[in-house]
């Protein structure tokens, strides 16, 4: 299944008016199809952290194999109107749409690589007026899953083990931000979904059982407890705080005795609201002594990874966490600051003409070139990335530069090196084979398993070395004293 099941086979339009006017633009003055190189990256790390999880690669080539504008495309944009109710857009480069078809190298990190700042996690190189056309889509498909499978992973550090599920749809911001949420959640490392439509497309595990309206619906949680055992025998996790929790931990284990008599076993209780520390632990003690030492304490209501690490810290005895809005919804740090920028453009001669924007603003002027990045490890653990322009390579020596010129060491002789941006597109054809969510899921836990803990933790994070290859570093400082 994928996002055309959703949405249908035509998505050109889901991009801002002003890549279509430059896109005319490009073609009426003789640059559609000058080779160019752009980058997507993110400037800053989001919730205070100091790492990001890579997501929605997938989604995007998906996307990028059926890219073509339809004839309702057509015919909408022949709609658009300028100043003096003229058409926004030629007849002509209406026609030149209808036949686009694109022939983009595309490269990408996989999803569920760690990845920093001002790093490229996508580089698109072929036509101007293509590469340009993407740049809405990929970052619309790659920063709200980068941010949500850096909101998982994050928790479910701090579940320490115990089971994270994503129960964000209700809250979520709108259908498609509920789907996405629930797949870029899932390969950040929980492992199960409430969205039933997300488990269809993605082969996400579903779990859930009952509502506070189960319990109220019927004369007592007794009652309650008993109906949804007749009618869901294999799926008894019941809700046990509509009322006073600990009376209902006891009539839910009332419930469990008839269950196992009838060769049934309760799977557990859930906790939605009050102390869950203590109601946990009270909890807990009920099941064991009452001969339910398998059944979990599963913990929901406004969590996230500092408030699941307040719980643990304070001996909460919760087996499963129901994260739900907070997840969903990136709460805190509702966006990545993803970017995509031109690096480079052949002349008319074919010769490469290296970019960059300027800013007073140090951490948004831009690297030239055409950038791969190198990931270097030690030991089996990450030692640090240097971007560099593939065209020149790297230095034998290794060194890196910080993107302020302050020296952050060279690469220890005895360290190995991979470059993470691999390819995914060979003139507009996909030529990589795209992993499985669930196959996503455990990349990324390799991923984070071999980065220190200093990186992962939430409280003073230690930055990871990240930094320039120095001659691509010289020459960005000749552009920018060029430009100055």
């Not at 952050?408 to 054809?429: I, K, Q």
């Amino acid at each position: 299944m994928s996002w055309h099941a959703l949405y249908g086979d035509s998505l050109a339009l889901l991009t801002d008016l002003y890549q279509l006017t430059m896109a005319q633009g490009y073609w009426q003055v003789g640059l559609a199809d000058r080779e160019s190189v752009f980058h997507l990256s993110f400037r800053n790390c989001p919730f205070r952290g100091q790492y990001a999880l890579a997501c929605g690669l997938k989604p995007a080539a998906e996307f990028l194999s059926s890219f073509h504008f339809a004839a309702d495309d057509l015919r909408y944009l022949a709609t658009l109107q300028g100043s003096g109710q003229r058409p926004l857009f030629h007849e002509r480069f209406l026609e030149y749409l209808g036949e686009l078809r694109l022939r983009c190298d595309v490269d990408a990190v996989p999803e569920g690589t760690v990845v920093f700042p001002r790093q490229p996690l996508v580089r698109v190189r072929g036509p101007l007026l293509q590469a340009q056309l993407l740049e809405t889509p990929l970052l619309t498909l790659v920063n709200f899953s980068t941010l949500v499978a850096t909101k998982a992973a994050r928790i479910c550090r701090e579940a320490v083990g115990q089971l994270v599920l994503e129960f964000g749809l209700r809250r979520a911001q709108g259908l498609d931000g509920g789907v996405t949420a629930s797949r870029a959640a899932f390969i950040g490392g929980c492992s199960a979904t409430s969205n039933v439509l997300a488990g269809k497309l993605f082969g996400i595990p579903v779990k859930g059982t009952h509502a506070h309206s189960w319990v109220m619906a019927f004369e007592s949680e007794a009652a309650a407890f008993a109906a949804y055992a007749e009618a869901m025998p294999h799926n008894c996790i019941f809700l046990v705080d509509t009322y006073d929790t600990l009376q209902g931990v006891r009539a839910a284990l009332h419930v469990a005795q008839r269950l196992r008599e009838q060769g049934h076993e309760l799977l557990g209780i859930r906790l939605d609201s009050g102390q869950l520390d203590q109601l946990s632990r009270e909890s807990r003690r009920l099941l064991d002594e009452a001969g339910f030492p398998d059944a979990v304490v599963v913990a929901s209501g406004d969590l996230d990874e500092f408030r699941i690490r307040e719980l643990n810290r304070h001996g909460a005895t919760v087996g499963v966490w129901g994260v739900g809005t907070r997840l969903a919804t990136a709460y805190d740090d509702p966006a990545l600051g993803g970017i995509y920028k031109l690096a480079a453009l052949r002349d008319p001669r074919g010769v490469w003409q290296y970019k960059l924007k300027l800013s007073e603003q140090r951490q948004k002027t831009t690297d030239p070139g055409i950038l791969q990045v190198r990931r270097y490890q030690l030991g089996g653990q990450a030692w640090g990335d240097v971007v560099y322009d593939e065209p020149t390579g790297i230095e034998s020596a290794g060194r890196l530069l910080g993107w302020d010129g302050f020296e952050l060491g060279g690469v220890p002789p005895d360290a190995t090196g991979e470059d993470l941006l691999r390819p995914v597109f060979r003139g507009g054809e996909l030529v990589a084979a795209l992993p499985a969510e669930d196959q996503a899921r455990q990349y990324a836990a390799q991923q984070l398993a071999a980065f220190d803990d200093s990186l992962l933790r939430l409280d003073q994070p230690q930055a990871y070395r990240v930094g320039l290859e120095p001659r691509l570093y010289e020459l960005k400082q000749r552009l920018m004293r060029t430009l100055c």
